[in-house]
């Protein structure tokens, strides 16, 4: 991979940062606003599953952004191989090829 695809991963992985940190905020104060005026709201709501989703999410978007930065950078953390730019577009938080990560 060269640099400009890895400019161009780390810029599409900060868009989808900064995105998923939205919804994360529009849940919260979704959230808010229910607690505040529905006293009957189940344990786990629709929000906090979402919440979690994305949380996941983002903690392996940020870690592939650091990932970017490194000497292993596009390589699979399996076999060793060189992922695609392409996989890595379209997956933007995985680590692996398509061969290991069937």
């Known amino acids: 991979m060269n640099s400009d695809e890895i400019k161009q991963l ?16 529009e849940a919260d104060n979704q959230t808010a606003q ?26 392996r978007l940020k870690r592939n952004l650091e990932w970017l930065a490194s000497e292993d950078a596009g390589y699979c953390g399996e076999c060793g191989c060189e992922i695609p730019f ?12 398509v061969g290991c990560a069937e």
């Open 86 to 97: 392409k996989r890595l577009k379209a997956v933007p938080v995985t680590r692996l090829c």
């Open 10 to 25: 780390k810029t599409f992985i900060r868009q989808r940062i900064s995105e998923l940190e939205s919804l994360i905020n």
């Open 34 to 59: 229910s607690d505040s005026t529905n006293h009957t709201m189940p344990p786990i709501s629709v929000e906090s599953m979402v919440n979690s989703n994305t949380g996941k999410s983002l903690i």
